[in-house]
């Protein structure tokens, strides 16, 4: 953030060219720099963002979000945590289907730095209206840049660069406020494991049980379609040969007795009469 224009307290004002304030102060020890900082309130931002886990790849996950974009989160070190049920897991522990959401909270907090320098010193050379050169307690000559449109105050006197003299004691104080903000972003990853199938119902039979009607009724189907041919077939020869067997030697005897009877019949025609 851009800071604000500085304000500058009334009195004898000195803005350091050749060398700084900070400088001077490091070296010789005659610029006094006090520091303030002033807390605003501060502003909290939380958005929660949610997704699935599509695919874990060494440190590189994908997650589908709820809006149903795909993003990628390359390079995830190995020292990033998400806690699952309780459990400290890093990337190489997530797997696909597993439910993420990730708190980021920002805190912004504005600050106003107050920086106040002072330095003291006699007018050793003045060139109005760009610097000054002062002799500082320790006996060192040290020249100061003039801003613009800069007053002085000399003994109660408000005057400009081309009011200073040689020998004057002369007291610059330089205030500047400049703003900051502060933010902080913290970040937690939570989840919970795929939700499992649903077991049946006690009272349910299984896939394979409901499917058995439909394959028990189909056996006796295919066993009683080809049994009709050769359970037939053998029946046929079984009880014709018995009954042909019991009538042969009928036959048999009654052809014996005609002939008997016709050998009988023959030889009595044949008789010679006396």
Known sequence: MKPKSCSIKPGLVLAIGMISI?????????????????????????????????????????????????????DIPDSARVTVNGQQLSVHDLKPGMKLQRTITTTTTPQTVRTVQTVTGKVWYVNPPNSVILTLENGQNQSFKIPKDQKFEV???????FGLKKGMK??????????ETIVAQQKTVT???????????ADTPI????????AAAAPPAVA????????????????????TGSYT??????????????????????KPRT
Do not use: C
Request: hydrophobic share 40%; net charge negative.
């Open 191 to 201: 989840g919970t494991m795929p939700t499992p199938p649903a077991p049946p119902p």
């Open 170 to 179: 002369v007291t610059a104080t330089k205030i500047t406020e400049a703003p």
């Open 207 to 214: 896939l394979i049980v409901e499917e058995s009607p439909t």
């Open 155 to 161: 003994n109660g006197q408000m005057v400009d660069a």
């Open 224 to 243: 009683t379609a080809p049994a009709p041919a050769p359970a037939e077939t053998p029946a046929v020869p079984i009880e014709t040969p018995t009954r």
């Open 249 to 270: 030697w009928l036959i048999g005897l009654v052809v014996v007795l005609l002939l008997v009877v016709w050998l009988a019949t023959r030889s009595g025609r044949t």
């Open 22 to 74: 900070s400088a001077v102060a490091t070296s010789f020890g005659q610029v006094q720099t006090t520091q303030t900082t002033t807390t605003g309130t501060a502003a909290v931002q939380v958005n929660v963002e949610r997704g699935e886990v599509v695919t874990v790849e060494g440190n590189d996950l994908m997650v589908k979000m709820e809006d149903g974009t795909i993003r990628h989160f390359p």
